[in-house]
């Protein structure tokens, strides 16, 4: 079992930045792909970034347009999201998750996926 715990959400005014965190307890994160996730008042779950078991593939959803950086330590157990030029259609719950020997071709997706922590908000204003 593999426990993830996001941290770092907040309240930011537009233009600015949040550092999110996610760490992991139970097990090595280095056989697992890490994405982040969110979610926005009445919207469905979007993809955010991802990067491969292996760290060296990354992938971003389309809206972010060079505004966020994902990276991981695999001996800290920890998956940053790095987020500048904050806009208030950011605004979300914002999710991490694993997928075992997560490969960036597969990992757009929400299926699939092993382990998700609780989430962290993120509010943005105008």
């Known amino acids: 079992q593999v426990q993830l715990v996001e941290s770092g959400g907040g309240l930011v005014q537009a233009g600015g930045s949040l550092s999110l965190s996610c760490t992991a307890s139970?097990?090595?994160?280095?056989?697992?792909?890490m994405s982040w996730f969110r979610q926005g008042p009445g919207k469905d779950r979007e993809f955010v970034a991802a990067i491969s078991w292996i760290g060296d593939s990354t992938v971003y959803g389309d809206f972010v347009k060079g505004r966020f950086t994902i990276s991981r330590d695999n001996a800290k157990m920890t998956v940053a999201l790095q987020m500048n030029s904050l806009k208030p259609e950011d605004t979300a719950v914002y999710f991490c998750?694993?997928?075992?020997?997560?490969?960036?071709?597969?990992?757009?997706?929400?299926?699939?996926?092993?382990?998700w922590g609780q989430g962290t908000q993120v509010t943005v204003s105008s």
């Open positions: 139970g097990r090595t994160l280095e056989t697992y792909g």
């Open positions: 998750a694993a997928k075992k020997w997560g490969r960036i071709a597969s990992m757009t997706a929400s299926g699939g996926y092993d382990y």
